[in-house]
């Protein structure tokens, strides 16, 4: 992944809150072919777990042992020019934030250990305080048995943040203010910008 030093996040909260806050991960997975897949991802003690119907290709070719890629992007935002000190000195652009994960597969078919997985990933995102139990208990084991979870064991992280460092301090509080008064979907940046940043408003 293209990492100019500038953007290089080596912050681990930072990293820990981006993939909290965008958990369906793009898997990419490349062995005998290329399979790119989606796969909603939660911390499960010092690993990653997730899961996938066992009709996806993934599931079909991927063994423990094998080394798989994860990617976590978080929402974009523009960055107008007319959001710095000399507009017309400067063109558009985009901050944001992305992730690259490799990582040791551990395929898992032992259906009470995928269980216990839904039931963690369940309880990250719920909510509206729904629970397996409210799903017929007679329909749960077919549901699991169309299902492989898996844990992935981090090798190595690729950490980009791309939150107007090389800018000055006039114009990357700004920015900041300026996402505070766009659309929801630019408050992840706007909001990681201030920790990184240590602005309080």
């Given at each position: ?67 798989s890629h994860l ?40 259906k009470q250990n ?67 008064k766009s659309k ?18």
């Amino acid at each position: 992944m293209f990492i100019p030093h500038e953007f290089e996040n080596k912050n681990d909260e930072l990293n820990k809150i981006l993939i909290q806050n965008n958990p369906l991960a793009l898997l990419i997975y490349n062995n005998e072919c290329l399979e790119v897949t989606n796969i909603p991802i939660s911390f499960f003690g010092d690993k990653l777990v997730g899961h996938l119907s066992i009709r996806n290709e993934v599931c079909k070719m991927a063994k423990t042992g094998d080394i798989s890629h994860l990617i976590f992007n978080s929402h974009s935002s523009y960055i107008s020019p007319s959001w710095y000190r000399n507009p017309s000195m400067n063109v558009p652009t985009w901050n944001y934030c992305t992730i690259k994960l490799t990582a040791k597969i551990n395929k898992i078919t032992d259906k009470q250990n995928i269980k216990t997985i839904l039931e963690h990933q369940i309880r990250d995102f719920e909510r509206s305080q729904w629970t397996m139990n409210d799903f017929p208990a007679s329909l749960l084991d077919d549901m699991i048995s169309e299902i492989n979870a898996f844990e992935f064991k981090i090798k190595s992280i690729e950490s980009k943040f791309k939150i107007s460092q090389n800018r000055s301090k006039e114009d990357q509080i700004s920015v900041i203010k300026n996402l505070q008064k766009s659309k929801d979907d630019t408050l992840f940046i706007h909001n990681i910008m201030k920790q990184y940043y240590e602005i309080n408003e």
